[in-house]
């Protein structure tokens, strides 16, 4: 019996701390065990998140402003 397996994100963090003002740039792949092709999207949007998908490479850019303080869960 084959089932179909869930993707995966290779290399992806499982927290991502930045401090405001500051930009991080955090990317990761993400690939199909049954080499399917794969959409992602953002569950959610802020202002100072930057998404973008290439190929199997999903690139996040965070520049917190001052005032952008807090835990988010993206």
């Given at each position: 019996l084959h089932l179909n397996e869930a993707p995966n994100f290779v290399g992806a963090?499982?927290?991502?701390?930045?401090?405001?003002?500051?930009t991080l740039v955090v990317k990761f792949k993400v690939s199909d065990p049954e080499s399917n092709t794969v959409e992602v999207t953002a569950a959610q949007t802020k202002d100072f998140i930057e998404f973008a998908v290439s190929s199997d490479t999903v690139s996040l850019v965070l520049k917190p402003d001052f005032g952008d303080k807090g835990v988010f869960i993206y």
């Open positions: 963090p499982s927290t991502i701390a930045v401090a405001e003002a500051d």
